[in-house]
């Protein structure tokens, strides 16, 4: 769903230098200079309906993004509408940095909830490389960060089976959501569909489904009220094949 900038609603946001995002261990501290330029740079905060797209295929005038609330997803299409989704964004992850330089996304971006996000002007993008090259560096590093992870994704699709799929994803956005504060009690929110899992994993949704109640009922996981509970998150890293090193604290623009 493309919504119009006439559509989308513009929030008074608070002072970067008071962002609630900078206080979460997730992220790493930024000297009161760094934010200021940050601040400067920002020419908007919005808020979208789930659905909507942040950044469309072949957009050429797409900005800058920080998700500031709510979850997010990049993904391409096919001419017969199959969709690949390429990555989960949550938030202070760093959105549109590839459709920004480049002069027509290759790729969409489509809230999977309803969003906040924190606009920077893509023209000046590169005003950061020249002044701030501290800066510069950390938003080269969060786009090496977003390919990591659909690396991960690309590894799944190709070389894990079904069950070790769903637990790699499943794990993964828990142990990035724990980062962000958002896991009480091993339980956090879960807003994708069994048909955007099928989408990120390259599944058929009659597999998906299947494969996910069997996973369920082996009591690794329980869905209730839109909130998902690991019961072993140990357990489901094993299944999964996936150890990841504890997160690191990083950059926030």
Partial sequence: MIVSSSNHRNHRSPSCLACPLRLKPAFKDKSDEEIRF??????????????ADIIHPGQEDAELYTLFSGWAFRYKSLPDGRRQILNFLLPGDLVGLQASLLSAAQHGIEALTEVELCVFPRRRTYEMFGRMPALAYELAWLGSREESLIDENLTSVGQ?????????????LYRRAEALGLVAENSFAFPLTQQQLADALGLSLVHTSKTWARLR?????????????????????????LFESELHPRPLI
Avoid at 160 to 172: F, G, K, T, Y
């Fill in 38 to 51: 940050i601040q400067a740079m920002k020419i908007d905060h919005r808020q979208l309906p789930a659905g």
């Fill in 160 to 172: 894990r089976n079904a069950q070790e799929r769903i637990a790699a994803l499943v794990i993964s």
């Fill in 217 to 241: 009922k082996a009591g690794m996981f329980s869905l209730e009220r839109g909130r998902l509970t690991i019961h072993n998150p140990r357990l489901t890293e094993r299944m999964a094949l």
